[in-house]
């Protein structure tokens, strides 16, 4: 066993804080916070979630701390861990905690009281980080919020040293334990795991995972195509189905349909990967010009931004239909839209930009880094007109993705 001294810890968080044998559970019941199946709790039969999450926040500001020194290891999964490292001498002083909890009453609750636990009783620096919820009953969106898990994991991971980082997935459902296991050890960090009854921590090392880059590369144009949706098998070309059938890893299946697994959704989103799976992008030679030149790093981070947004339902409409803003383009027949980007405090970003979003390919037709000539050119249309398609589009994709 390692005998580190952690400084981060990285954790998943569920709801054993309200188990019925643990202090704040019993509290929670005897105070009739909330009514409760097993350990879940539920909003009071006559009271809505919002006044249920207002009661709790209010009792976790003044809530009695006096059970973290008398029944220390009677608290949740994520306190006994601390506790374990802080008697066993390998807690940091001041550690920084990321919990990473789903997207429910119980979960938040929980994150809510463990905030101020940890910060009180190890002087803990707390971020909470919330997943989708892992709704059994949706599987398409089951697939999505594991892969969102596990993608969260390695971006907690991301950037910390092994020997100082302690990864713990001892909270939360028991998938996230495995998928948790895989994402940690993809990124090099072993898997620490607390059994509650004796308080003894196990670590268990990484072990090495390494992807075929080659037989990803073949794979990409088929996983961006369907975009990480549900395909039918029968459907689907002889040739991918004999390339998904040699990456089972990837996939799952059941009866006639087919989609990404959780890991093929962590793996395809990873930024190592983003020139297989990321958004192709095509521009004209004189945007590939100017992303080679010396504002190359904003403009390419610029282009980031705008497929972040296009692929996001709650995206902002007014940046990425900026045309709108222009009365001289109203009732015009357009084929490209227009994008109003940030400012690195010198240059602006303005793009004529055209998604195809089946094929998941974004053409660039114009940039603009003037306002003014942004604000002379768009009014007329420039940039905007189906004859504004390049003859010869350059694929800037490695440009736009290079890490």
């Keep these: ?30 105070e009739g916070f909330f009514r409760f199946e097993r ?17 709790w926040s209010n009792f976790c500001s003044r809530a009695d701390l006096q059970a973290t020194r008398t029944h220390p290891q009677a608290i949740s999964a994520e306190f006994s861990l601390l506790h374990a ?13 990321s919990l990473i909890i789903t997207q ?13 636990l940890l910060r009180n009783a ?14 059994v009953n949706e599987p398409a969106n089951l697939r999505r919020s594991l892969g969102q898990f596990m993608q969260t994991v390695a971006q907690e991971l991301e950037g910390k040293d092994a020997s100082f980082t302690c990864f713990a997935p001892v909270g939360g459902y028991k998938v996230m334990t495995s998928l948790g296991y ?8 072993p898997t620490a795991y607390l059994h509650e009854d004796n308080q003894v921590l196990h670590e268990v090392p990484a072990v090495p995972i390494q992807i075929d880059h080659v037989a990803l590369s073949r794979l ?58 990321g958004t192709q992008v095509h521009g004209t030679e004189a945007i590939e010009t100017e992303f080679r030149g010396g504002a190359g790093n904003f403009l390419c981070g610029q282009v ?59 053409f660039l037709s114009r940039i603009w880094t003037n306002h003014a000539a942004y604000e002379r050119e768009a009014s007329q249309g420039k940039g905007l007109r189906a004859t504004d398609q390049s003859a010869s589009w350059r694929d800037l994709t490695s440009l736009i993705w290079e890490v």
């Design 1 to 30: 066993m390692s005998t580190s001294i952690y400084h981060n810890i990285v954790a998943t968080a569920g709801i054993s804080l309200f188990a019925a044998h643990n202090e704040y559970g019993k509290l929670a019941r005897n």
């Design 122 to 135: 190890f002087s803990a620096e707390v971020q909470i980080k919330t997943i989708g919820d892992l709704d």
């Design 220 to 277: 990409a144009p088929l996983v961006r195509q369907t975009r990480g949706e549900i395909m039918k098998w029968s459907a689907l070309p002889i040739p991918d189905q004999e390339a998904i059938s040699r990456h089972p890893y990837l996939f799952e299946r059941a009866d006639d349909l087919i989609a990404l697994n959780a890991f093929g959704i962590f793996i395809t989103g990873r930024p190592e990967y983003a020139r297989l799976f």
């Design 182 to 189: 895989l994402a940690g050890a993809y990124m090099g960090f």
């Design 85 to 97: 490292l802080s008697r066993l001498k390998r807690l940091g002083d001041s550690p920084h905690v």
């Design 104 to 116: 429910t009453l119980g979960g938040w609750a929980a994150a809510e009281l463990l905030k101020r």
């Design 39 to 55: 350990s879940n709790p539920l909003p009071l039969a006559d009271e809505t979630e919002e006044a249920t999450r207002l009661r």
């Design 304 to 362: 980031r931004e705008l497929i972040k947004k296009l692929n996001d339902p709650t995206g902002n409409w007014g940046e990425l239909r900026h045309e709108l803003s222009f009365e001289s383009l109203n009732g015009k027949d357009l084929a490209f839209h227009l994008y109003k980007g940030a400012s690195n405090g010198v240059l602006p970003f303005r793009a004529a930009y055209q998604y195809e979003r089946a094929t998941d390919v974004l």
